[in-house]
């Protein structure tokens, strides 16, 4: 069985078509549809059902399509190990951030990276939830730490921490303290990101659920916009507490944790599905855990932690 047969299958059952896997891959498409019949009569098996509509796994496609994903992780990870076997670890780590963690982790995780292995050069990037997607799906970066990751096709994860959200401003609205109820939110005047912004759905879909509607008066999709709004005017947000400790913590600004529904999120380590993490990555991503687990156990950050061994 050729590698390149099966990697061609692969990009098939990804795609859902041909057509579309041949130009991924850079192959005339009857040169790749050749590659795939080759491989069925191979295996004497119907891989693929094609249709109008493009190609689906038969019953014997699905089980040769995990398959095969195990082999090529176990294939990139013997090439990386045997090629850096004798070297430290070395080279560029990307790693990309949900924009509501950024401000408390890139700092800490940077210079523990430097500590624990200085010769990686580690580049953070913090963008917005649909690139930072696109990053891991197309392999610029190595790995993301990324909210509910579940349904992102592509993608390998490992769950981090569930964080819930909080109601952040200047003041507190009357009535609330440490936690205000989702229903006291209908009034207040809301800084959120635009329509198709995942968290600003989440809470939409929410306060359908309950009968009421979210009074959004601003729309934006920076978190900078967001924390500039809420430290100069009456108005408020609703984020995982990560996302503003550092002005909560000096003062500046008030949190109450939302709850009678409450709202979680999850936090994940997230990668592409097809691709092993280099040693210099899974260098990186350990110790990105173990700093996770250390401020999570001195109170740095709130939440349930996730990982093995963690208070879940």
């Known amino acids: 069985?050729?590698?390149?047969?099966?990697?061609?299958?692969?990009?098939?059952?990804?795609?859902?078509?041909?057509?579309?896997a041949a130009r991924n891959v850079r192959l005339a498409q009857p040169a790749f549809s050749a590659h795939i019949r080759m491989?069925?009569?191979?295996?004497?098996?119907?891989?693929?059902?094609?249709?109008?509509?493009?190609?689906?796994?038969?019953?014997?496609?699905?089980?040769?399509?995990?398959?095969?994903?195990?082999l090529f992780r176990h294939v990139d990870q013997v090439r990386e190990e045997t090629v850096n076997a004798?070297?430290?670890?070395?080279?560029?780590?990307?790693?990309?951030?949900?924009?509501?963690?950024?401000?408390?982790?890139?700092?800490?995780?940077y210079w523990a990276v430097r500590q624990a292995h200085p010769q990686i050069r580690l580049v953070i990037l913090?963008?917005?939830?649909?690139?930072?997607?696109?990053?891991?799906?197309?392999?610029?970066?190595?790995?993301?730490?990324?909210?509910n990751v579940s349904t992102l096709v592509g993608a390998a994860s490992e769950p981090v921490?569930?964080?819930?959200?909080?109601?952040?401003?200047?003041?507190?609205?009357?009535?609330?303290?440490?936690?205000?109820?989702?229903?006291?939110?209908?009034?207040l005047p809301l800084v959120m990101g635009g329509r198709k912004n995942q968290l600003r759905i989440e809470m939409e879909h929410t306060a359908a659920r309950i009968g009421h509607r979210l009074n959004?008066?601003?729309?934006?999709?920076?978190?900078?916009?967001?924390?500039?709004i809420a430290l100069s005017g009456p108005a408020y947000t609703v984020v995982p507490y990560s996302a503003f400790a550092m002005e909560i913590e000096a003062g500046l600004l008030v949190a109450s944790r939302?709850?009678?529904?409450?709202?979680?999120?999850?936090?994940?380590?997230?990668?592409?599905?097809?691709?092993?993490?280099?040693?210099?990555a899974r260098a990186v991503k350990d110790v990105f855990r173990d700093l996770v687990q250390t401020m999570m156990q001195r109170n740095q950050m709130r939440g349930r932690l996730l990982l093995p061994g963690g208070a879940g």
């Open 216 to 228: 959004v008066v601003v729309e934006q999709d920076s978190l900078s916009v967001f924390r500039s």
């Open 126 to 147: 913090d963008l917005l939830r649909v690139e930072s997607d696109t990053l891991v799906t197309s392999r610029q970066v190595d790995f993301g730490l990324l909210p």
């Open 39 to 70: 491989l069925e009569q191979e295996l004497g098996l119907t891989l693929l059902e094609r249709s109008t509509k493009g190609v689906t796994l038969t019953e014997a496609g699905a089980r040769l399509y995990e398959g095969a994903l195990s």
């Open 1 to 20: 069985m050729r590698l390149d047969h099966l990697r061609y299958f692969i990009e098939a059952a990804r795609c859902g078509s041909i057509s579309a």
């Open 258 to 280: 939302i709850v009678d529904p409450g709202i979680e999120r999850t936090l994940s380590f997230v990668w592409h599905e097809f691709s092993e993490l280099s040693l210099s």
């Open 86 to 109: 004798q070297a430290s670890l070395t080279g560029e780590v990307r790693v990309v951030l949900a924009a509501s963690a950024a401000p408390l982790l890139a700092g800490q995780l």
């Open 161 to 187: 921490l569930a964080q819930d959200l909080y109601l952040v401003g200047r003041t507190r609205p009357p009535g609330a303290g440490e936690v205000i109820a989702f229903s006291d939110l209908q009034n």
